[in-house]
């Protein structure tokens, strides 16, 4: 049962995930991600992957955090990526080391994702963000196929994977005056 309500969590993630990248404002791009952040989370809950799960949490936050000063029209200060690769690391250590007492050095492949993660989304231009992102959603597919994760968690990184690289030649390659979604 509980790999079912994972295959569906992740379904609907993706959906949001895909969604996101065929936006025009980044604030409508941050608050699908969010949405998408949150059935990712109750996916690897239901996945018993507790790591991803905690750095996917902070993943949230992080979200919300960098969407509150884009609805501003604000960049969000440098101390906000500090703070949230910080809190990253500390999970880390915290769930790995000394609540679960295991170390899969294939976390860190995650780990940096998150870190990547939190100072992309700081960065005010879509287009950019568009480009910069294909790194890390490249390792968190890498990742999820490490540590063999439900197909769906793997296919969600992916879909967001293609339809970022699809976004970036539609907006950015091919079509550079074409509209994204309002």
Request: aromatic residues 18%; glycine residues 2%; hydrophobic residues 60%.
């Amino acid at each position: 049962m509980l790999y079912v309500l994972a295959l569906i969590t992740s379904f609907l993630a993706m959906a949001f995930v895909v969604v996101s990248y065929f936006v025009k404002k980044k604030e409508l791009y941050l608050l699908f991600q969010f949405l998408c952040i949150i059935f990712l989370i109750l996916s690897q809950f239901f996945s018993l992957e507790y790591f991803s799960a905690i750095g996917l949490i902070i993943a949230l936050i992080r979200t919300f955090t960098f969407y509150v000063y884009e609805k501003k029209d604000k960049l969000a200060p440098i101390v906000w990526p500090i703070i949230f690769t910080t809190l990253s690391l500390a999970s880390y250590f915290i769930v790995n080391l000394w609540i679960l007492n295991t170390v899969k050095p294939v976390d860190i492949i995650f780990l940096i994702g998150l870190i990547m993660y939190a100072f992309i989304f700081r960065i005010r231009s879509l287009k950019i963000v568009r480009f910069s992102m294909l790194v890390p959603t490249t390792l968190s597919v890498i990742y999820f196929i490490l540590i063999s994760a439900p197909i769906f968690s793997i296919l969600s990184y992916s879909f967001e994977l293609l339809a970022n690289v699809v976004s970036i030649f539609k907006y950015h390659v091919l079509k550079p005056k074409q509209k994204a979604l309002s």
